[in-house]
Structure formats: C-alpha cells, structure tokens
C-alpha cells in the first residue's frame, strides 16, 4: 500500500484493538484509518459503505474475516482482507498492543 492509503481495522467490538489501530495510523499522517467490530454492539458497526471505502482491510482474527466474506459478499470483490492474528485479551492503546499492531501491519504498507 502507498501513502494516504484507506485503511480499516475490524475487531469485534471496535473498542481496543482496532480502534487502537485507528489511532496509531491516523496519528502517523501517511493514511486515513477507520475501525468497526462486526457485533451488533460495536462502538462502529462493519457497514457495506466502510468496506467500499477502503483499500484494504485488516481483521484481527480469522472470525472477522469469515464474517465480512458471509456478510458482504460484493462490496469486498477485488479487496484484500489481512488476518493479524491479535486475540481480544488487549485494552485500548495498550503499549503491547500498539506494538503487536505495528509489527504485524506495517510490512503490508509501503511508504
């Protein structure tokens, strides 16, 4: 991916890992990021237009990956899903968590 690319982070709720990758790369001022949880309580829920927008899209688990592919089938066509394999036993800007995110996002992005 090249600078100012769109980037969405999908958890289940969208309250501590991928709103803390929202963060992270948002703060950097190379790309735009967004974050939504696939659950129906998610702070910002996954919508076909978020998936549209983006360029691609990093899931925290293979769980949310599976569910974007059930769920929307066309918005996603020609996109690339990325499983970062990052469990949900981590708090919002957890400095491990902040730098599993990077170790595992940045060899996707090229700047």
Same mark, same amino acid.
């Given at each position: 991916?090249?600078? /100012?690319?769109?980037?969405?982070?999908?958890?289940?709720?969208?309250? *501590?890992?991928? !709103?803390?990758? $929202?963060?992270?790369?948002?703060?950097? +001022?190379?790309?735009?990021?967004?974050?939504? +949880?696939?659950?129906?309580?998610?702070?910002? &829920? =996954?919508?076909?237009?978020?998936?549209?927008?983006?360029?691609?899209?990093?899931?925290? $688990? $293979?769980?949310?990956?599976?569910? =974007?592919?059930?769920?929307? =089938?066309?918005?996603?066509? /020609?996109? &690339?899903?990325?499983?970062? +394999?990052?469990? /949900? /036993?981590? !708090?919002? *800007?957890?400095?491990?968590?902040?730098? *599993?995110?990077?170790?595992?996002?940045?060899?996707?992005?090229?700047?």
């Amino acid at each position: 991916m090249v600078k /100012n690319s769109k980037l969405l982070f999908v958890c289940r709720t969208n309250r *501590m890992r991928s !709103y803390t990758a $929202e963060v992270i790369y948002n703060s950097k +001022g190379l790309y735009s990021a967004k974050s939504a +949880g696939t659950e129906r309580t998610a702070k910002v &829920k =996954i919508t076909k237009d978020l998936l549209l927008w983006a360029d691609i899209i990093f899931t925290m $688990e $293979e769980k949310q990956a599976e569910y =974007i592919r059930n769920e929307f =089938i066309e918005p996603i066509r /020609n996109k &690339k899903i990325i499983v970062l +394999g990052i469990p /949900n /036993n981590h !708090y919002f *800007m957890e400095p491990d968590l902040i730098k *599993m995110i990077n170790n595992k996002v940045d060899p996707y992005l090229v700047i």
